[in-house]
């Protein structure tokens, strides 16, 4: 009560960290899982399928969403409550480096396909692979997103010097 709410507004330095804390994380989960039970990676094929469909109709939002359990459900399986609880931080930190990004199907919509082919690696058992492939993924999408940015800024730019003309 008499408080307000703050969304924090994150910079170019919090989404390189954010990125950075990705690619640890996540691709040590990825590296740890050599030996899986296939079965485990259920929750991930749900989520795969989900985006490609929610894809297909054109529900882009449905499809962050997916994308984001598909990342929650991969670290799930470190079976470590502490990674799951600083992923779940990253990743709610993340939706509002999204909204740099106009049209979200312009972003998600390769990841749809790449979340299909880590799946496939992981349940072909090549952790290796599916580690490095993570790591390609998120240095991709780190460097869209900084590319939104500066997108943004130079528009933000031309704006102000517009408005102060």
């Not at 950075?20 to 929750?43: F, K």
């Not at 997916?66 to 930190?93: G, I, K, P, W």
């Not at 299909?116 to 460097?143: C, T």
């Amino acid at each position: 009560h008499n408080r307000g709410v703050f969304v924090p507004v994150l910079d170019v330095g919090d989404l390189v960290e954010l990125y950075r804390l990705r690619r640890i994380v996540e691709c040590d989960v990825v590296r740890s899982l050599d030996g899986l039970d296939t079965n485990r990676l259920l929750p991930l094929r749900a989520e795969v399928e989900a985006a490609e469909s929610a894809a297909s109709r054109g529900e882009w939002d449905k499809v962050v969403t997916a994308n984001m359990h598909f990342h929650q459900c991969l670290v799930r399986l470190s079976e470590s409550r502490r990674l799951h609880d600083v992923t779940r931080r990253l990743l709610a930190e993340l939706r509002l480096v999204f909204h740099v990004v106009a049209n979200p199907q312009v972003l998600h919509e390769g990841y749809v396909r790449r979340n299909r082919a880590l799946l496939d690696l992981l349940e072909a058992g090549q952790v290796i692979q599916a580690a490095d492939e993570l790591e390609r993924y998120f240095r991709d999408a780190e460097e869209e997103l900084l590319e939104a940015y500066r997108s943004r800024h130079r528009a933000d730019s031309v704006r102000e010097a517009q408005t102060s003309a």
